[in-house]
Each structure stands twice: as C-alpha cells, then as structure tokens.
C-alpha cells in the first residue's frame, strides 16, 4: 500500500482569507455623507435635470435637450453679466490679496506696537454680517442722505458719485475689499505662524535683510496660503450677489437685473418663474467656476513643487 507524501508547508496553497468589513468608520461618515447627499449633491442633480426641460405654453414643461444651453450661449444677457464680474475679479481679487498680504507681513515683522489690536481691527469688517455691511455702505455712499451727499453738498457740486454707472462696480469692489481683507489676511498670518525660527535664525547670519527675508523665506512659504485664498476669492467673484441686490433700490438705473450672473438666474426664477432656464445659467456657471477655480489651482501646485 502507497502513501502519498504531504507536501512540505511551505508549498501548501494558502488557504483565501475572508476580510470582515468594519462597519464603523461608515457610521461615522454617515452623518456628513447624509447632509452632503441632501444639501449638495440632490439640489445639483435637480438642477441639472430642470436644464433639460422647458416650461411650455402647449405641452406644460417638456424635455428639450440641449436647447436651454444653446440657448444661453447667445443670451447677451447673460454674457454682459459674466463679462461684468470677469473684469471685478481681475481688477479686484488682486487688490484685496496684496493688501491682505501687506496687512499679514506687516503684523508678523514684530514690528508694530499693538500688533493683536491691529490683527482684530482688520479682521473686524469680516465678522460684520453682509447684509449689514453693505446697508451701512449704501448709506455712506448715497449721494442725496449719505456721506457722499454731504460731501457733494459741501462743494457744491457732485464731486462724489457712487452710483453712476462709471463708478459702482468700484463701489462694489471697495465694500467687497473691506469684508475680506480681514479674513484674507488671517489666513496668510496663520501660514507665516508656522514658519520654524531656524530659518530666520539662518537668514540673520547670512546678513539677509528684512526684503530678503520676505522673498527668499516668508513669501515661498505662503505660496499654498495665497493659491487657497485665490480660488476662494475667484469662486466669490463669480457668484456676486449681495452687494448688487441689496444695492439695486439706491442705484435702480445703473444695476440692472442682470447685472451679475447670479442676479440674473435669482431674477429668472423668482421674477420670471423661468426655472428651467435658471438652472441652466447656473449649471453653465457652476462649470466655468469650477473650471477656473482648477486651473488656478493646478498652476498653483506645479509653482510650489518646483
């Protein structure tokens, strides 16, 4: 009688091991992913599908494809707002980012007497509820009851004029700058806070002065700080809407109710009960946003691995 031999343990074929899933880091992401799912990703997916579709007089809202999208692409409406907010955020984001840096520096250089009380007066304005920010604005800027009134009567003449049509986008711009310089300016404060002392200490024996420090050490440093708070701003930029809504009853003649992208599809829906068409001007500029937040962000990251 032959036996076969049992082959040695280490040429035994292991045997499949079952994992057990552990279910509790999803009932720990379950909460966020619930309020994720029901305020983010379900109002997107309603939107999208509202943009497919057209209220009609014959037929109630029928699906019509892509025709709300060509529709927008030659609505110059639409286009005048984008072009209208596309100029803010050129002339504006950078103004407010290089004063909020300067504001940064300037608190960090340990230079300052009372640097703390600077610290929360910037940051004031941010804490200042939006609403109430720009009704208090409004007021400083009315030119028949406000500061500029005042002024203008002063002089005689109207030497301050807010609400023209030349000025008001740098009337916006000027209340915009005023909120968030603050917050802005926190942001870079934090970064340059976690710069080690070494560095410094190293750039002090090799007799590097106080701009040398700032472009060789601090300003590398918040390289990610100033790309972060770039992409913020872009993303406010393109969905300007407070200032100009609240502002439309004092200057009714220069803000229009498509003066800014937002405006135009908040007027659409609850003016014009136009809501398909006003989730499709959302939709195209959720894209355009993302798009250029993205790109932003991706040179961004390719500068600080250099």
Not at 130 to 137: E, F, K, N, S, T
Not at 159 to 164: D, G, K
Not at 196 to 222: H, M, N, Q, V
Not at 281 to 300: F, H, K, N, P, S
């Amino acid at each position: 009688m032959t036996t076969t031999a049992a082959p040695p343990p280490a040429l035994r074929t292991p045997k499949r091991r079952r994992f057990a899933v552990d279910q509790k880091g999803w009932l720990f992401v379950a909460p966020f992913a619930i309020v994720f799912a029901l305020v983010f990703l379900a109002p997107l997916a309603y939107s999208l599908y509202l943009s497919f579709f057209r209220e009609q007089i014959v037929g109630g809202n029928a699906f019509v494809g892509l025709d709300n999208y060509f529709t927008a692409f030659t609505d110059t409406k639409l286009w005048d707002g984008f072009l209208r907010v596309l100029l803010f955020l050129i002339i504006q984001v950078p103004i407010m980012l290089v004063l909020a840096l300067a504001a940064a520096l300037a608190i960090d250089s340990a230079r300052l007497h009372a640097s703390g009380l600077y610290r929360i007066v910037i940051f004031l304005p941010y804490a200042v509820p939006a609403v109430v920010a720009v009704l208090m604005w409004g007021y400083i800027y009315g030119d028949q009851f406000g500061l500029a009134g005042n002024i203008n009567d002063l002089f005689g003449a109207q030497v301050i004029t807010p609400f023209v049509p030349e000025w008001m986008m740098v009337s916006i711009g000027n209340i915009v700058t005023w909120q968030f310089v603050g917050y802005n300016m926190l942001i870079f404060y934090s970064s340059l806070k976690t710069i080690p002392g070494e560095l410094y200490e190293a750039a002090s024996l090799d007799g590097a002065g106080t701009w040398r420090t700032i472009f060789s050490i601090k300003l590398p440093a918040l390289r990610g700080s100033i790309v972060i708070a770039t992409i913020f701003s872009i993303i406010g930029s393109f969905q300007l809407f407070n200032e100009p809504n609240i502002l439309k009853p004092l200057a009714p003649n220069t803000i229009t109710t498509f003066y800014t992208p937002n405006m135009y599809a908040y007027n659409l829906s609850f003016a014009g009960q136009q809501y398909n068409y006003a989730a499709t001007v959302a939709i195209i500029m959720g894209l355009i946003t993302a798009i250029v937040a993205y790109v932003v962000q991706l040179r961004g990251s390719r500068q600080e691995m250099r």
